[in-house]
């Protein structure tokens, strides 16, 4: 098995890092992020997964379940309120765990795709997926120019995919990404820029992969294969301050948080509530509020993964 860089110890100064809201460990103005647009609504799914991926950024296993199940109605109502407050969202994306475990699943994308929004789902695409197949064809017939399904294949190699995922969950992965390329929906991969190869050398192994496997998938496109930066919140990471905008070139408007929200829903709480974005579920400091029209509070990058994934890594998990 390959070394996966993920077993490294917390740096000692980590600890002064990240602790007050709105100042850096060494006392400087943190940057944030206000919101611009709401444009991307997620919906978290669930926390509990088929199978546990080392180092995956949500803990999710077949045994976290701390992030509880989101009913089809609990749903229906943040969708409900984004018609009744004409809010600018154009995109609804479903993350977990795995969301074809979720029994009101496909109801909620159905009622999602019927009202006209551009649907992104995330997926292993394993045998919860693969067990869904001819409900999900029959969503795919209807629907398939707003349906788009991201499979997480982290490498086009199996043992460095399987390093992550575990024995054996290469062939389910490919089974299931080559029965939606045969079935024409349309098809993003999601992989992990983890093992020190550069992006070239990336594309170009997943483009000999998908030639082999006679997959129309462009691994040239960026929105098509999608390279996400490795999120260790045990590695030393520099905080964002305001000046950082101006050194790095990037702006706060580019940033996640500044157009999308996530709704959650804590294992025993009786409703779900609003955070940034898919990436801090657990963090209670990021919790917005419980409807949408209370989420538009400022978010400021007190958090490792703010630095690593969307300042310094410039990545979003939303579609193009």
Known sequence: MPDTGLDRAPPASASRKFQDRSLTGKGEPRAFVSLQRLTTLW???????????????????????????????????YIQEIQENGLPVEQIAFTGGEPFLNREFLPMLRHALSLGFKVLVLTNAMKPMQQRGSALLDVQRQHAAHLTIRVSIDHYLPDRHEAIRGHGTWGGALTGLRWLCANGFCVDVAGRKLWGETETSMRAGFARLFAAEGLPIDAADPNRLVLFPEMDPRAEVPEITTSCWGILGVRPEQMMCAWSRMIIKRKGE??????????????????????????????????????????????????A
């Open 43 to 77: 919906f978290n799914t669930g926390s509990l997964c088929n199978i546990a991926c080392q180092n995956c950024y949500i803990e999710s296993s077949p045994h976290n379940d701390r992030l509880g199940y989101l009913t089809a109605a609990e749903v229906y109502e």
């Open 270 to 319: 009786s409703h779900p509530v609003v955070v940034p974005c898919t990436l801090l579920p657990y963090d209670p400091q990021f919790e917005l509020g419980r409807h949408l029209t209370d989420a538009a509070a400022t978010v400021h990058l007190n958090h490792p993964f703010c630095a690593q994934f969307c300042v310094l890594g410039g990545a979003s998990c939303s579609s």
